[in-house]
Structure formats: structure tokens, C-alpha cells
């Protein structure tokens, strides 16, 4: 048994995206292989509507899956296959963009106004670039939740861990991802195959994924009195952890506990040719992608 040990620490960039919807980004569109076979990753958290309402309207995807995990408010979709609904809070969507698609998501917060969701983005291989267009929705009710002894609970929406299966399956990346709280004070240890690419993306509490001993927050820049200066953020909040090679994560909580995102997933390793919302292997492809949306010749027939 081997502990991954910390490669970096940082902060999810504040990011506008769509219409105009403010999120923060915790990686993409850098360096493909950093965390491959995932290539972004965003947090959109807003408590105000005026920052989320106008949402992300019809835009294309080629060649990547999308993950889409809702915690509060709801988003409605739609696409050019037809297909239409509504996520709410707990509830997940899997859509494997493959040739070809056209879709829009508009987020509408709470009772409170208040929306929370992530979305990440998974490669798709050479070999399934160009399959064709799917989508899994499902509901919060029907992903399993593991409480353990020390009352730890994992949520297991895909993969398998303590004995559950999440129902999101079939895609490409063979992620785990896992919704992961971990009470006040307590060390805890999660087994990840030594073949993935592993990360961590905290959003609630503090802990240490470090050697597990003193919780501690991420090292930021922040303004102080007119000054820039680097002090250590104790809350965790929008935290990227990554990790080098090993079997097992090790978290030590903070005081008021931690709760991460908890993905792992088995490289490509293959070329990328990306351009906003498509990803290839080649500049050629790439550009017959953008031939494609100019001719209308973007959506191909189902077969």
C-alpha cells in the first residue's frame, strides 16, 4: 500500500462563461495531460440569479464527454437530438457529445436563489470520437450513499466503492467520482487504483490530503490592506488537489469536517486538438470540425 503524496495545491480561478455566468474554474483548457483523461473542470456556485440566469445557451460539442452534478437550484437542458429536462438538486447527467451535438443548459437557482453544480469534462479516444451522440440522466434518489462507522459518507455516482456501484455507466474514461464528506477531526484513507489520474476538488470544510496529520488550508494571494501577500485560506473552499502515483488518498479533516469531490480516471494518452467545446486528435480534424458547423453538416445522421 502506497499513499499518493500532494504533487500541487491551488484555487479555482473566477471565470465567466456562457451568457455570462460567473463560476470558477479549478483546471482547463491548459495542459491536456495534466490531468488526463479530464480535461476541465468547473464549479459554478452563485447565491445571486443576476450571476447564472442567462445560462449557457445553444452551444456545440464534439468528441468529449460531460458530466454535469447538480447540489442545489436546477438546470433545464436541451439538445438538437430532441431529447429535453430538468436536473435538480442531487441529480446527475452523463452526455457523451461523440460527432456531434448542439445543447443548452440554463440553470435557475433555489427557493433562496441560490444554484450549485459541477461540470467536468472526460476525452473521448480516437476511436470514439465520432460515435454517436448519448445521454443518462439520473436522479439524486437513485445514486447510493455509504455511511461508515466514524459517519463518513461517500456518495458513489460512478465507479465502485464500499461495495456500491453508482448508476452513471459506459463512459469512456472508466472514471470514479465520488462525493466524499469526512467529519470534524477524523483520518481517513480511500483506496484509488495506482493505473489513474486522481484529484480532489474541495468545496466545504478544511482538511489535509498532505500525510495526513495537520490540516491546512491552500496557500493564496490575497489583498491585504492595499497589499498582496500569500497567507494559508483554512476554509478549503474551492481547492484543486492533485496527486502523484500511489493506491491510497489519506485525509485528515479539519474542525469542521471536509467535503471533496473525490475523481480518478485511466489516461488516454493519445494527441489533443482542442478548440473551446471540441476536442480532437488532430489540427485536421479540428478544422473539419469547424467546416462542419459553417456547412450545417455539424450533426450527423443517426444510423
Given at each position: 500500500?502506497?499513499?499518493?503524496?500532494?504533487?500541487?495545491?491551488?484555487?479555482?480561478?473566477?471565470?465567466?462563461?456562457?451568457?455570462?455566468?460567473?463560476?470558477?474554474?479549478?483546471?482547463?483548457?491548459?495542459?491536456?495531460?495534466?490531468?488526463?483523461?479530464?480535461?476541465?473542470?468547473?464549479?459554478?456556485?452563485?447565491?445571486?440569479?443576476?450571476?447564472?440566469?442567462?445560462?449557457?445557451?445553444?452551444?456545440?460539442?464534439?468528441?468529449?464527454?460531460?458530466?454535469?452534478?447538480?447540489?442545489?437550484?436546477?438546470?433545464?437542458?436541451?439538445?438538437?437530438?430532441?431529447?429535453?429536462?430538468?436536473?435538480?438538486?442531487?441529480?446527475?447527467?452523463?452526455?457523451?457529445?461523440?460527432?456531434?451535438?448542439?445543447?443548452?443548459?440554463?440553470?435557475?437557482?433555489?427557493?433562496?436563489?441560490?444554484?450549485?453544480?459541477?461540470?467536468?469534462?472526460?476525452?473521448?479516444?480516437?476511436?470514439?470520437k465520432m460515435t454517436a451522440p448519448r445521454y443518462q440522466d439520473?436522479?439524486?434518489?437513485?445514486?447510493?450513499?455509504?455511511?461508515?462507522?466514524?459517519?463518513?459518507?461517500?456518495?458513489?455516482?460512478?465507479?465502485?466503492?464500499?461495495?456500491?456501484?453508482?448508476?452513471?455507466?459506459?463512459?469512456?474514461?472508466?472514471?470514479?467520482?465520488?462525493?466524499?464528506?469526512?467529519?470534524?477531526?477524523?483520518?481517513?484513507?480511500?483506496?484509488?487504483?495506482?493505473?489513474?489520474?486522481?484529484?480532489?476538488?474541495?468545496?466545504?470544510?478544511?482538511?489535509?490530503?498532505?500525510?495526513?496529520?495537520?490540516?491546512?488550508?491552500?496557500?493564496?494571494?490575497?489583498?491585504?490592506?492595499?497589499?498582496?501577500?500569500?497567507?494559508?485560506?483554512?476554509?478549503?473552499?474551492?481547492?484543486?488537489?492533485?496527486?502523484?502515483?500511489?493506491?491510497?488518498?489519506?485525509?485528515?479533516?479539519?474542525?469542521?469536517?471536509?467535503?471533496?469531490?473525490?475523481i480518478s480516471g485511466a489516461p488516454l494518452e493519445e494527441p489533443?486538438?482542442?478548440?473551446?467545446?471540441?476536442?480532437?486528435?488532430?489540427?485536421?480534424?479540428?478544422?473539419?470540425?469547424?467546416?462542419?458547423?459553417?456547412?450545417?453538416?455539424?450533426?450527423?445522421?443517426?444510423?
Amino acid at each position: 500500500m502506497s499513499i499518493r503524496p500532494v504533487t500541487s495545491t491551488s484555487a479555482a480561478v473566477p471565470t465567466l462563461e456562457g451568457a455570462g455566468v460567473k463560476l470558477h474554474r479549478a483546471f482547463g483548457f491548459q495542459d491536456p495531460t495534466m490531468l488526463d483523461p479530464f480535461l476541465l473542470f468547473d464549479d459554478f456556485r452563485n447565491e445571486r440569479p443576476e450571476d447564472f440566469v442567462k445560462g449557457f445557451p445553444w452551444h456545440p460539442h464534439r468528441g468529449i464527454e460531460t458530466i454535469t452534478y447538480v447540489l442545489n437550484g436546477t438546470v433545464d437542458h436541451g439538445d438538437s437530438l430532441g431529447n429535453e429536462g430538468t436536473l435538480g438538486a442531487g441529480d446527475v447527467q452523463w452526455m457523451t457529445a461523440g460527432s456531434g451535438i448542439l445543447h443548452q443548459e440554463m440553470p435557475k437557482g433555489n427557493a433562496q436563489g441560490q444554484m450549485h453544480g459541477f461540470q467536468l469534462w472526460a476525452n473521448l479516444p480516437g476511436s470514439l470520437k465520432m460515435t454517436a451522440p448519448r445521454y443518462q440522466d439520473v436522479e439524486g434518489k437513485d445514486i447510493p450513499e455509504v455511511i461508515d462507522d466514524d459517519d463518513t459518507r461517500v456518495k458513489v455516482i460512478i465507479g465502485e466503492f464500499w461495495g456500491k456501484r453508482g448508476p452513471v455507466d459506459g463512459i469512456a474514461a472508466d472514471p470514479q467520482y465520488l462525493d466524499v464528506f469526512v467529519p470534524a477531526g477524523v483520518r481517513k484513507v480511500f483506496k484509488v487504483d495506482t493505473y489513474r489520474r486522481a484529484f480532489a476538488y474541495v468545496f466545504d470544510g478544511s482538511g489535509s490530503f498532505r500525510d495526513a496529520s495537520t490540516p491546512q488550508g491552500v496557500l493564496l494571494e490575497k489583498e491585504v490592506m492595499g497589499e498582496e501577500v500569500n497567507i494559508r485560506d483554512m476554509s478549503g473552499d474551492r481547492t484543486l488537489v492533485q496527486f502523484g502515483t500511489g493506491d491510497e488518498v489519506t485525509v485528515q479533516a479539519g474542525d469542521k469536517g471536509i467535503r471533496f469531490l473525490l475523481i480518478s480516471g485511466a489516461p488516454l494518452e493519445e494527441p489533443v486538438a482542442w478548440h473551446g467545446p471540441i476536442v480532437m486528435n488532430t489540427q485536421d480534424e479540428l478544422l473539419q470540425a469547424m467546416r462542419d458547423l459553417r456547412n450545417n453538416t455539424f450533426i450527423k445522421p443517426a444510423h
